[in-house]
């Protein structure tokens, strides 16, 4: 009986290994910058005035713009949060 166990178990963790294996050959999805964070998400919505489902610098600036950072470090910031570095930042 303990024989038939271990060989379930051995097979049971081959399957799972076999599958996490699998999982990770798989290209992985992009990940937005505020994907996870309801209120980044809420608030680059309001930012988003085209409605496109992404900011662009033009959106971003006009939406943070207020005086506190100079258009430079908003610019760095924007960028930080462009991943894909295509001048956009996607709000999921």
């Known amino acids: 009986m303990l024989a038939c166990t271990k060989m379930i178990t051995m097979?049971?963790?081959?399957?799972?290994?076999?599958?996490?294996?699998?999982?990770?050959?798989?290209?992985?999805?992009l990940?937005?910058?505020?994907?996870?964070?309801?209120?980044?998400?809420?608030i680059f919505c309001r930012a988003d005035?085209?409605?496109?489902g992404k900011l662009s610098f033009d959106e971003f600036n006009a939406y943070f713009a207020d005086g506190i950072l100079t258009t430079?470090?908003?610019?760095e910031l924007f960028y930080s949060l462009d991943g894909q570095q295509n001048k956009y930042?996607?709000?999921?």
């Open 89 to 92: 930042v996607p709000i999921l």
């Open 49 to 52: 005035k085209n409605d496109d």
């Open 72 to 75: 430079e470090e908003l610019q």
């Open 11 to 29: 097979c049971l963790q081959s399957a799972k290994n076999k599958h996490l294996r699998s999982q990770q050959d798989q290209p992985q999805p």
């Open 31 to 42: 990940q937005s910058p505020v994907n996870g964070l309801p209120i980044f998400k809420d």
